[in-house]
T-cell receptor
Framework: SQQGEEDPQALSIQEGENATMNCSYK?????LQWYRQNSGRGLVHLIL?????REKHSGRLRVTLDTSKKSSSLLITASRAADTASYFC?????????????FGIGTKLQVIP | DAGITQSPRHKVTETGTPVTLRCHQT?????MYWYRQDPGHGLRLIHYSYGVKDTDKGEVSDGYSVSRSKTEDFLLTLESATSSQTSVYFCAISEGSNGRQETQYFGPGTRLLVL
């Protein structure tokens, strides 16, 4: 079963608008990561936020983490057509020993020019 | 794609034949992973490796085997391909500092069609 679940599964916005995607997870984590996948390509790492961090920025990206609610959000500000892609969250569980990072199903973002 | 190559990039094969996919990295990263990606399922882990000759099963390992005889190469074998194994296969690597996997870097993917 998927540890991380993104919401919504699909999102369509106009260029210039902000896009917000959410990720919920079930168990405690060491960190949470967001990835982007353009059509027909591999995933590309965007940002990692550790369990002791609440917010992180990278360019037009803002990620928040609420460990009490076991949720994270990815905000893309002033979206561009080039941001059209699928976005995945991935969680690194904190349950002792070696645990595998697990990915959600993703949010498909379409930015309309 | 961060020094990761996958071969072949596309393959069409017939049911019942063995297929081997290769992942090669030039980053000397400790961890290597094989995922499959299917509509509605996202990425699912097939097998992973945490060192040479050290491998373990992932979520969907039935019908697949792996080998890692060198740090840079991780092979995925479909012992007897079935139509349900038609998918896009991604290899990924991560450095694994302090025992954590953290950022993964993905290869370009292999599209496999089993007829």
């Amino acid at each position: 079963s998927q540890q991380g679940e993104e919401d919504p599964q699909a999102l369509s916005i106009q260029e210039g608008e902000n896009a917000t995607m959410n990720c919920s997870y079930k168990t405690s984590i060491n960190n949470l990561q967001w990835y982007r996948q353009n059509s027909g390509r591999g995933l590309v790492h965007l940002i990692l936020i550790r369990s002791n961090e609440r917010e992180k920025h990278s360019g037009r990206l803002r990620v928040t983490l609420d460990t009490s609610k076991k949720s994270s959000s990815l905000l893309i500000t002033a979206s561009r057509a080039a941001d059209t892609a699928s976005y995945f969250c991935a969680t690194d569980p904190n349950s002792g020993g070696y645990q595998k990072v697990t990915f959600g199903i993703g949010t498909k973002l379409q930015v309309i020019p | 794609d961060a020094g990761i190559t996958q071969s072949p990039r596309h393959k069409v094969t017939e049911t019942g034949t063995p297929v081997t996919l290769r992942c090669h990295q030039t980053e000397n990263h400790r961890y290597m992973y094989w995922y499959r990606q299917d509509p509605g399922h996202g990425l699912r882990l097939i097998h992973y490796s945490y060192g040479v000759k050290d491998t373990d099963k992932g979520e969907v390992s039935d019908g697949y085997s792996v080998s890692r005889s060198k740090t840079e190469d991780f092979l995925l074998t479909l012992e007897s391909a079935t139509s349900s194994q038609t998918s896009v296969y991604f290899c990924a690597i991560s450095e694994g500092s302090n025992g954590r996997q953290e950022t993964q870097y993905f290869g370009p993917g292999t599209r496999l069609l089993v007829l």
